[in-house]
């Protein structure tokens, strides 16, 4: 059994792929409709397919196919893609790395950091320029601390374990489904959060975001207001989707705001 989700999906794919020999589901990262490791009669290709329904989740993967071809310098190249009556399918290279660690003590904290400097430095494409920073925007105190957030930097906003590969000579940032033309502290932001989550100290996380060049430059006052509006952000997650992972992000944004705010 290959676990193709249907005969379209496979026809879509096959001049890409030819047959296909053997399908691997990963074991986490479900943002898109269908994602698995394809071994095929062409090579292997990680691929990722949402239903051709317009809304946000169609966008996040066709905002990464767009992105694709300007951050290969940081993420893996996208081979092929194809849009059908049913699906809208992208394939990618498949990267030999694993997921990073973020628990103290991991050495994988320098490959992080230097991924997000590499991808501070890329400049914003034409196509991303009208993708400006908003998601934050609802969790704020008043328009002029959204305004903090705005900004000229290329973010990737989803920076989690998962989503960064360690491999023997090279880190690969993966799923940009979520890019946009920010502020720049916002990536190290979204770092300093998950790694509270995996069991730092405030101060141990920032100490880590302190060398990503674009949060040396930062008003220490937009961070204080990315880290409220993180809070409320994952406050509301966690009320409506009552998730563990949801609940023990809450936990770690107050306990930044705490740190922000308060010293502890």
């Not at 628990?103 to 991808?119: C, F, S, Y």
């Not at 501070?120 to 008043?142: H, K, L, T």
């Not at 937009?222 to 023990?248: C, G, H, Q, S, V």
């Amino acid at each position: 059994m290959d676990d193709l989700p249907d005969p379209h999906f496979r026809e879509l794919i096959h001049p890409y792929t030819g047959d296909v020999t053997r399908v691997r589901r990963p074991a986490s990262g479900f943002s898109s409709d269908y994602a698995a490791i394809i071994h095929a009669e062409h090579g292997q290709f990680f691929v990722k397919g949402m239903f051709n329904d317009p809304g946000a989740r169609l966008e996040s993967l066709t905002k990464e196919r767009d992105i694709s071809p300007f951050v290969q310098s940081v993420a893996p190249q996208l081979l092929w893609s194809v849009d059908g009556e049913g699906w809208v399918v992208l394939g990618f290279e498949v990267v030999d790395g694993r997921m990073s660690v973020f628990d103290p003590g991991t050495t994988d904290l320098p490959e992080v950091v230097d991924a997000l400097n590499r991808i501070a430095e890329i400049p914003v494409p034409a196509v991303a320029q009208g993708w400006i920073e908003e998601r934050w925007d609802s969790f704020v105190d008043n328009e002029s601390e959204a305004e903090l957030f705005r900004g000229t930097t290329l973010l990737h906003t989803d920076i989690n374990p998962s989503n960064i590969m360690i491999g023997s000579d090279r880190t690969w940032v993966i799923d940009w489904s979520w890019p946009t033309r920010g502020a720049g502290f916002i990536d190290p932001a979204t770092l300093v959060v998950q790694l509270i989550s995996a069991g730092h100290t405030p101060a141990s996380a920032e100490s880590w975001a302190v060398r990503c060049s674009a949060w040396e430059t930062a008003d220490p006052k937009a961070i204080d207001a990315f880290a409220r509006a993180t809070w409320r952000m994952y406050r509301k997650w966690a009320l409506n989707f009552p998730e563990e992972w949801r609940r023990a992000m809450e936990d770690a944004a107050r306990s930044w705001v705490g740190y922000r705010l308060n010293g502890a």
